[in-house]
């Protein structure tokens, strides 16, 4: 049973910058697809990225296409989403989740395992 924990979220000024991580443990993530969503308040959870843990290949949601960048190093199991010229409608809570099937899954739907969430929020 994989187990997942987000960490760095935080409040960040308009145009900052900030990393998320989710360090996996419990097994090993070969095989396995890693994918970010983000919950708003009043909106629907949305897809933010996926990767794929084995190749590294990666897909990225409307909102997050070139700001942000996805990676994972398989060393230390832990995956990353690196926000970058961050906007007040960023702010959410990003959770991290594991598909054991390593599909490139868009929706949530796809994903077995969730982590807890870190909030991130964007001051104008």
């Known amino acids: 049973q994989v187990r997942l924990v987000e960490s760095g979220g935080g409040l960040v000024q308009a145009g900052g910058s900030l990393r998320l991580s989710c360090a996996a443990s419990?097994?090993?993530?070969?095989?396995?697809?890693m994918g970010w969503f983000r919950h708003a308040p009043g909106k629907a959870r949305e897809f933010v990225a996926v990767i794929t843990w084995s190749g590294g290949s990666t897909h990225y949601g409307d909102s997050a296409q070139g700001r942000f960048i996805v990676s994972r190093d398989t060393a230390r199991n832990t995956m990353y989403l690196h926000m970058n010229n961050l906007e007040p409608e960023d702010t959410a809570v990003y959770y991290c989740?594991?598909?054991?099937?390593?599909?490139?899954?868009?929706?949530?739907?796809?994903?077995?395992?969730w982590g807890q969430g870190t909030q991130v929020t964007v001051s104008s």
């Open positions: 419990g097994r090993t993530l070969r095989g396995y697809s």
């Open positions: 989740a594991a598909d054991a099937r390593g599909r490139i899954g868009l929706i949530s739907g796809y994903y077995d395992t």
